[in-house]
Each structure stands twice: as C-alpha cells, then as structure tokens.
C-alpha cells in the first residue's frame, strides 16, 4: 500500500483539522489550569508596590501575565502532537473503537490482504464524516474562578484602593522635574558667567567650580536631591551677588 491509497489519504486530510482542534482544545486546558499561578503573582507585584515605591506598577504588576501568555503560545505551537496520536484521541474520544489508529498502522505496516483494505476503506467512510465541532473544548472551571478572583483582588489594590506610595512617587517626580529645570538653568548660568568678561580667571573659575559641584550634587542619589535643591537656592543667591 503506498502513499497515494485513497482511503489514507481521506483519514490523514480529515485528521489535520481535527488535530488542530485537538491543539487547541489542551491549550485552552492548560491555560485555565495554569492561570492562577500568573494571577498570584499579579498580587505579589501589587503588595509589593505597596510597600515599596515602584513606578508604573500596573504595568510591572501585569508583566507576569505577559509571560503567561508567552508560555502558552510556546505550549501551543511546540508541543507536539503526532497524526497517530490525533487518531487515538479522536477514537477514544468519539468512540471508534480504535478504528482510525488501526487504519493509520495497518498503512504503516503495508499492511495489502483483503481485510485489512476493508478496515481502512471503513475507517475513511467515517473520517469523512467527523467534524471538529464534535470534538470538544476543554477547561477548568475551578481553578479558572479561583484565577478571575484572583486578578479582581489584584485591579482593586492597582486601581480602587489608594496606594500609600503613590504621594511618595508623586513627590519623587516633582523633585526629578525641578532638579531637570534646574541643571538647564545652571547650564545656562556657567555660559553667562564664561562669556563675562568683567570677571577675573579666578573668579570665574571658582564660579564654575561651585556651578559644577551642585550639578554633581543633582544628580546624586534621590535620597540627596532635596538637599541638593536647598544648596541650589543658596548658591544661585551667591552667584547673583
């Protein structure tokens, strides 16, 4: 028997869509069995955020979720599911009694007597009625729910609920904003007091030397830069004298 038997080629063209319907249906399964696990960690991200200040937490707490997803779709395309395997499946799951896995090893085996052709011209008269609808969809509701609560615990404490380090990121962000006005303003002063021409060397260079230390002092540590602002008041008062 070759390659060109009708009767295999029918199964083998029948049994491609069913596999893909076969694909996706453990996909789905492994999804809803695995979704808790990124939905736990969703939560962690978000306790954390409120421990810690964590800039765009929503989206570093969503990150584990994008992993998940990556997961899936790996799980999706690389896994591995053989025409022969697909047959057994649809057989036990529809009740063939093996008749397409048999149809596919007889093929296998050149398999040529009288009974054995009978089997597969048997097997391909019932290929070609299955449809992909008749295989069906599989998930988990349990741990599914135990998910969709988890992710609604998790928009509540990202987007209801006040975040106690939301004032602290607030106050970081302005400090960031007034230390950016205020190099460009020091920027703009170590040109004016360069291009001075009623300063002597020394008194310029002094000049510059003090200009240079607070941009050093700007962009140290955040823990620093409210102090470093303090000193920018007092040294724009001494440069302006």
Excluded: C, K
Aim: neutral net charge.
């Amino acid at each position: 028997m070759t390659l060109q038997d009708p009767a295999y080629q029918l199964i083998r063209r029948r049994l491609r869509p069913l596999g893909l319907r076969l694909r996706l249906s453990d996909t789905l399964l492994f999804a809803s069995r695995t979704l808790w696990i990124a939905a736990i960690a969703v939560n962690l991200v978000a306790l954390i955020g409120r421990l810690w200040p964590i800039a765009n937490l929503p989206s570093w707490a969503f990150l584990p979720v994008l992993l998940w997803l990556m997961v899936v779709a790996a799980y999706a395309i690389l896994r591995p599911l053989p025409l022969q395997h697909v047959a057994r499946r649809v057989d036990r799951l529809l009740g063939l009694h093996e008749r397409l896995a048999t149809a596919l090893e007889l093929h296998e085996r050149q398999m040529h007597d009288q009974l054995d052709e009978r089997q597969r011209q048997d097997a391909s008269q019932i290929a070609s009625t299955l449809t992909t609808a008749q295989l069906p969809l599989r998930v988990e509701r349990s741990p599914l729910l135990a998910a969709a609560g988890l992710i609604s615990v998790a928009l509540l404490l990202l987007f209801a609920l006040p975040n106690p380090m939301d004032r602290l990121l607030a106050e970081r962000q302005a400090v960031r904003e007034a230390v950016t006005q205020s190099e460009q303003q020091l920027t703009e002063l170590a040109r004016r007091i360069t291009e001075d021409t009623t300063l002597s060397a020394d008194e310029r260079e002094q000049l510059l030397s003090e200009i240079r230390a607070l941009q050093e002092a700007l962009r140290a540590n955040q823990e620093d830069r409210q102090e470093a602002l303090a000193e920018l008041s007092a040294t724009e008062a001494r440069l302006q004298q």
